[in-house]
């Protein structure tokens, strides 16, 4: 683990507002520069204006996108009141584990009013990763797609015609330093987002007194190839995710090229991401998309039924296309919210594109030297050195996760942020409610 500290980001830095995107495919590694402005924006869903913290006033965030072995320079302006992060998810940060961003681990969270530069190589990963906000549970608005582009140009697919990002995540309407610091004393279960949404947009199945909310519209040709980018940015609940009436050819998972596999239905769990190829084949008319949170059956905690559709529209619909009116696009046939097995297979038909997949990894050993056995598990325990409390929802017990029965402890010593500012001493991690 990395135990490397850098000091914090001191004094005034002069930034430079331009944005330098990588060049054309090819050529020599290129340095990708972004400005974060963290900051507290209102906007309106739902009717209710919502405080949200995010990134230029958007979400999701701005994307990066870079070639493979590309420089990424970001700096990060804070004008929120919180102590802030960012997490490169995914992202390797070989020889640069300083600006993993993960908070009071290899950094103080940065400080209102303050700023910090984050530079690191994406080198030896293609495909789709995300970035998140890494203190407290603000990265249910603090996020946003990184994409790396092979340098070459050429996918070990034939190459898509277009690209799309699809964020799947979910609009909460409250006070998401709090739903967080709720969880961490392992209580409130009820505490859940006001709906789920695909790029920013909850889609007509809600509306605010009769007006639909807006649907995340993507405009297909027929016959091209797209490539969607699925990344799961939801705070604790995997989704299922479909497109009526088209097949969707499984490539890449998490910046790793895999055996593509066809599938009618993509399961992506929380912070998981899935890169899928949609050939746009069915006769030219309007098709739901449609992701919906999963969970399993209780005794586990319960939440509503959440789903958000967009809307793929194929190009010149002919006037007389049949069941094709603006209002009634074609839904899929979703699995059932407590359908737990559809995940499974799904997820179990996931390999790696060894050998030869990925001439920037090394190859998958075919030979085994040692088996491990790890479970993972999840509880709470008790504050104040108890042995016994009462579980969840209040403060004297926490929620932990665990490997083998051992827990994460943050470390005692060469810990630099225990000099961190008052106030701002965050929980490292955010909790997952499974
Ligand atoms: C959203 O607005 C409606 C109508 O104004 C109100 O009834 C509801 O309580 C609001 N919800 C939240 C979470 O603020
Ligand atoms: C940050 O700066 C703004 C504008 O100068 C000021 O209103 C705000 O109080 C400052 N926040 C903190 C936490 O110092
Ligand atoms: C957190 O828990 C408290 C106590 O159960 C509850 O009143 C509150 O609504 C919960 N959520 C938030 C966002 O405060
Ligand atoms: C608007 O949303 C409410 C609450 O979800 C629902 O009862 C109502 O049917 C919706 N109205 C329209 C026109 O979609
Ligand atoms: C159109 O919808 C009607 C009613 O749902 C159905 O009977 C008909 O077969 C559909 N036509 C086509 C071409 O899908
Ligand atoms: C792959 O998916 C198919 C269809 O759901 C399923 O029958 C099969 O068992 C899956 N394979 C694995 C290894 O999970
Ligand atoms: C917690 O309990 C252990 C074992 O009973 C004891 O050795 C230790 O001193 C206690 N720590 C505190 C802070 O009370
Ligand atoms: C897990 O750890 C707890 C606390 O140390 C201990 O009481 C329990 O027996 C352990 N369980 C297993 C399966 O090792
Ligand atoms: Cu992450």
Avoid at 67 to 91: A, F, R
Avoid at 162 to 188: A, H, Y
């Amino acid at each position: 683990m990395c135990k490397v500290m850098l000091p914090m980001a001191a004094g005034l830095v002069v930034f430079f507002f331009a944005v330098l995107l990588s060049a054309a495919a090819g050529g020599d590694a290129a340095v990708v520069e972004h400005n974060f402005v963290v900051n507290q924006v209102r906007m309106r869903h739902l009717c209710n204006d919502t405080l949200v913290t995010v990134v230029n006033g958007q979400f999701p965030g701005p994307a990066l996108e870079a070639m493979e072995g590309d420089t990424v320079v970001v700096h990060l302006v804070n004008q929120s009141p919180y102590g802030i992060t960012v997490h490169w998810h995914g992202v390797k940060q070989r020889l640069t584990c300083w600006a993993d961003g993960a908070g009071m681990i290899t950094q103080c969270p940065i400080q209102p009013n303050t700023t910090f530069t984050y530079r690191f190589d994406v080198t030896g990963q293609e495909g789709t990763l995300w970035w998140h906000s890494h203190v407290s549970a603000l990265r249910a608005t603090l996020h946003g797609i990184i994409v790396i582009r092979p340098r070459s140009g050429t996918y070990p697919f034939p190459k898509p015609d277009v690209e799309v990002p699809v964020i799947i995540g979910e609009w909460w309407q409250r006070d998401l330093v709090k739903v967080d610091k709720n969880f961490s004393i392992g209580g409130s279960f009820d505490d859940n987002p006001a709906a789920a949404t695909i790029n920013g947009k909850l889609g007509d199945l809600h509306n605010c007194t009769g007006v639909a909310e807006d649907n995340f519209v993507l405009d297909v040709e027929p016959g091209k190839t797209y490539m969607l980018r699925l990344v799961n940015a939801a705070l604790f609940s995997e989704y299922y995710f479909k497109v009526a009436g088209h097949k969707l050819t499984v490539v890449g998972a998490d910046a790793n090229y895999l055996k593509p596999f066809t599938t009618d239905v993509v399961a992506v769990a929380a912070g998981e991401t899935i890169d899928v190829l949609m050939v746009a084949d069915a006769p030219p008319c309007r098709y739901y998309m449609a992701a919906l949170a999963n969970q399993p059956p209780v005794p586990d905690p319960q939440i509503p039924v959440f789903v958000s559709r967009g809307v793929v529209q194929y190009k010149n619909i002919p006037s007389d296309a049949q069941n094709c009116t603006e209002k009634s696009p074609l839904m899929p046939v979703m699995p059932d919210q407590h359908d737990t097995i559809t995940t499974f297979y799904f997820h179990g038909n996931l390999t790696g594109m060894q050998p030869g997949g990925n001439p920037l990894l090394p190859q998958v050993r075919d030979r085994v030297d040692e088996r491990l056995f790890l479970t993972l598990g999840k509880g709470s325990m008790c504050t104040n050195n108890k042995t016994s409390c009462k579980r969840g929802g209040n403060p004297e017990s926490f929620e932990v996760a665990y490997i083998n029965n051992v827990s994460f402890h943050l470390p005692e010593t060469a810990w630099r942020c225990r000099t961190c500012p008052a106030g701002h001493r965050g929980r490292s991690t955010s909790p997952t409610r499974r």
